[in-house]
């Protein structure tokens, strides 16, 4: 069975199941949780206890002149009119003596996950949400150091931040009717704070829902599956921008900005995989973060904004 025939077979059944999809769904786990193996970790509970911890890392990022090169590259496309907004990645080399099953413990997430001892990730974006036949998103655009005076009020205000996060929105809206009806915002940038190692970031999401048919579990398949890649880590227009970052970024993102979650018997939840620190065979650490372009970007900002990304939470 293909991925979406084996989301909508244990959702016909109600069976709970974990699942994972890597960012271009060319790799993929659905997994009854009665036989979850134990090198799968997960935690979604929002209420958590935040503790407070030593990162301990050491990081080398990738050069401001390379990185200006892929930036000014994707501005180009942008004035072509080839895309309006991207989400322009990249990859951190890190060293710490924390194993990765040590940092999963230890970091504040509203979505963790440790896949298999080869990834963790401890993300704060849900992608999808479904509870009595509604489903939620959250699209999350927009980051700024907390500790800078009137932090929230300058985000807000500030047109490319508004232009970006509008952009997602209407992005994701459509995508929302594409399974279901009576879409709607019910709630526009608002602002959370969110725990970045040794700082604190405010990001700015927005709330979108939709009425799903009953029986939606029969058809988990296709919901998925139409949802994906989530537009907040890629762009819009969705295909295109990904055929953009595909040949600008030149490297594989693999489970990065992919999606992970749990069906319960009854409701759905998913997370955006970001915040994602991997392991290769030989050990060695990289982290991959990024952030959204648009033609109002500027270059030093967002290169700033991807190291800010790179931490523990």
């Given amino acids: ?44 509970t929002e209420n958590k206890h935040y503790v407070q911890h030593n990162q301990n890392l050491i990081k080398k990022h990738l050069s401001f002149d390379d990185y200006k090169k892929k930036f000014f590259q994707l501005k180009n496309e942008i004035i072509n009119g080839n895309t309006y907004l991207a989400n322009l990645t990249s990859q951190t080399k890190i060293k710490t003596p924390l194993s990765l099953n040590e940092i999963y413990e230890i970091a504040n997430a509203k979505f963790k996950l440790n896949y298999k001892d080869k990834f963790i990730c401890f993300s704060p974006e849900r992608f999808c949400k479904i509870k009595k036949n509604k489903i939620y998103t959250y699209p999350m655009k927009g980051t700024i150091n907390a500790k800078i005076s009137n932090a929230e009020q300058i985000i807000l205000e500030d047109k ?33 704070n969110i725990k970045a190692g040794d700082k604190e970031l405010i990001q700015v999401s927005s709330k979108i829902s939709g009425e799903l048919e009953k029986n939606w579990e029969k058809r988990i398949g296709q919901i998925i599956g139409s949802l994906l890649p989530a537009g907040s880590i890629t762009g819009t227009p969705k295909r295109k921008t990904v055929q953009i970052l595909d ?38 650490l990289t982290y991959k973060s990024g952030g959204g372009i648009t033609s109002d970007s500027d270059v030093y900002k967002e290169y700033q904004e991807m190291c800010d990304k790179v931490y523990i939470p």
């Avoid at 809206?173 to 959370?192: A, G, H, P, Q, T």
């Avoid at 069906?263 to 939840?269: K, W």
């Fill in 1 to 44: 069975m293909n991925l979406e025939e084996q989301l909508n077979f244990y959702g016909e059944k109600k069976e709970p199941f974990f699942f994972i999809i890597n960012y271009d769904k060319s790799q993929y786990e659905v997994i009854p949780l009665s036989n979850l193996p134990e090198n799968i970790k997960y935690d979604i």
């Fill in 160 to 192: 490319k931040e508004l232009a970006e996060h509008t952009m997602i929105v209407d992005l994701l809206r459509n995508d929302l009717s594409i399974v279901s009806k009576k879409v709607k915002v019910e709630k526009f940038r608002y602002c959370e």
């Fill in 247 to 284: 040949e600008i970024e030149k490297y594989d993102r693999g489970y990065f900005t992919g999606v992970f979650g749990i069906y319960d018997g009854e409701a759905l939840d998913s997370s955006v995989i970001i915040r994602y620190l991997e392991k290769d065979n030989d050990g060695n």
